[in-house]
T-cell receptor, first 114, second 113 residues
Framework: ETGVTQTPRHLVMGMTNKKSLKCEQH?????MYWYKQSAKKPLELMFV???????ENNSVPSRFSPECPNSSHLFLHLHTLQPEDSALYLC?????????????FGPGTRLTVL | AQSVTQLGSHVSVSEGALVLLRCNYS??????LFWYVQYPNQGLQLLLK??????LVKGINGFEAEFKKSETSFHLTKPSAHMSDAAEYFC???????????FGAGTRLTVKP
């Protein structure tokens, strides 16, 4: 595997379910990100981890819970989601956490909440 | 805080025609500017970035962008569109004194044969 991988690619869940999204980067990077991409809206940064420490949490509802067990893996735990949470969830990584660092994106998980 | 506006959510050009995708930014300090492309069912891929060297930046796939401070713009161009350029394009800005990158809403490029 190369680059940034995400599993699953598609997920359908009910509002009472608990599920997790997984992201893995094979680039030796030190920063990882979760974004939410909704139709016709700018990408919304949800969480940032740098050296396995959370450095940003942009007012995301508590029904989204991130976990970064090591520098290569990032999870997004989901529970009691709402239909408006349906979106494409993108994971990204960068060599370092900083304004000039190129971010490398995974293909995303398409989430549908029924 | 910095922000970015992409004019036109949808641009359509004929194959071989000039591609022009517009991006204007707002920033209180000299920014870093990026263009990303997203092909269907894929994540975003960096096309090019401006980090205060040359104002005309060349990227992959024949794209380039020019940083114009007086116009607070960073428009993306390609002289001749190819069918494979059909995708969504995102402009992004980050400021040198913080780590927050802001993305525009995206412009979907359609290339007609």
């Amino acid at each position: 595997e190369t680059g940034v991988t995400q599993t699953p690619r598609h997920l359908v869940m009910g509002m009472t379910n608990k599920k997790s999204l997984k992201c893995e980067q094979h680039l030796g990077h030190n920063a990882m990100y979760w974004y939410k991409q909704s139709a016709k809206k700018p990408l919304e940064l949800m969480f940032v981890y740098s050296l396995e420490e959370r450095v940003e949490n942009n007012s995301v509802p508590s029904r989204f819970s991130p976990e970064c067990p090591n520098s290569s893996h990032l999870f997004l735990h989901l529970h009691t989601l709402q239909p408006e949470d349906s979106a494409l969830y993108l994971c990204a990584s960068s060599q370092l956490y900083g304004p000039y660092n190129e971010q490398f994106f995974g293909p995303g998980t398409r989430l549908t909440v029924l | 805080a910095q922000s970015v506006t992409q004019l036109g959510s949808h641009v359509s050009v004929s194959e071989g025609a000039l591609v022009l995708l517009r991006c204007n930014y707002s920033s209180s300090v000299p920014p870093y500017l990026f263009w990303y492309v997203q092909y269907p069912n894929q994540g975003l891929q960096l096309l090019l970035k401006y980090t205060s060297a040359a104002t005309l930046v060349k990227g992959i796939n024949g794209f380039e962008a020019e940083f114009k401070k007086s116009e607070t713009s960073f428009h993306l161009t390609k002289p001749s569109a190819h069918m494979s350029d059909a995708a969504e394009y995102f402009c992004a800005v980050s400021e040198r004194n913080n780590n927050d990158m802001r993305f525009g809403a995206g412009t979907r490029l359609t290339v007609k044969p």
